[in-house]
């Protein structure tokens, strides 16, 4: 008889020690392994919805595509440093075609980032010329260039040189979404879809990956600065 009371009083502690631990323990746990992340990146896939942006040469692939294709690209490799991304929209969200519609996108896009509180704004497009040869990938600003000039240097060792045997350097873009807000922002061309060669290279996964890779470098670059 004093055995099988020995018995329930072990297991009534071991019952009331699993309790506090659950009750206690648990929540001290998810909340440590969940930590704010020390740096938010804000992320444009430019155009999107029926607004397809520039289209392939040869492809036919339409800009708003590869844009939110190569911005997931970038949000999981800055998610794999512990940075924080928001997106000013996913892959089924856009503009419309008329200017009002136009213009109301562009106005949540802004508002999207003004939430989010971003230390920059990295907006992802690409390019198009009248003539097939202009190749390459550019980085553009508005106000401060040092943003730009840290993804212009990533995209020029890894991109430029390779293929085209030359740098760029930051322009000076007029773009809206460099200066709806006052957060160090910059916009990058990953390449021309006029240009027969640059699109065979961003059609593909590895090119993709190499442009996502260059726009991670750039930024971290610019935050650790």
Not at 91 to 114: L, P, Y
Request: charged letters at 20%; hydrophobic letters at 45%; glycine letters at 8%.
């Amino acid at each position: 008889m004093i055995v099988i009371k020995f018995k329930k009083a072990v297991v009534a502690l071991i019952l009331s020690v699993i309790f506090v631990f659950l009750v206690v323990g648990v929540p001290a746990i998810v909340s440590a392994s969940s930590p704010a992340p020390e740096f938010v990146v804000v992320l444009d896939a430019g155009h999107g919805g029926i607004d397809g942006g520039v289209v392939g040469v040869n492809s036919g692939i339409c800009e708003r595509e590869l844009n939110m294709i190569i911005t997931y690209k970038v949000k999981a490799l800055l998610e794999k440093r512990g940075i924080g991304v928001a997106l000013t929209r996913d892959s089924g969200t856009g503009v419309e075609t008329t200017i009002t519609k136009k213009q109301e996108d562009m106005r949540q896009r802004k508002e999207k980032i003004i939430k989010a509180a971003p230390d920059l704004v990295v907006s992802i497009h690409q390019n198009k010329f009248s003539s097939p040869n202009r190749r390459g990938a550019q980085a553009f600003f508005w106000a401060d260039k040092t943003l730009a000039d840290s993804l212009q240097a990533a995209l020029n060792e890894k991109i430029n040189m390779p293929n085209q045997r030359r740098e760029y350097s930051a322009l000076k873009g007029d773009y809206y979404i460099l200066q709806c807000t006052d957060y160090p922002s910059a916009l990058v061309e990953c390449g021309f879809l006029s240009s027969p060669l640059d699109e065979a290279l961003l059609i593909t996964d590895e090119y993709q990956n190499k442009i996502a890779e260059c726009i991670c470098t750039g930024i971290i670059n610019y935050l650790m600065a």
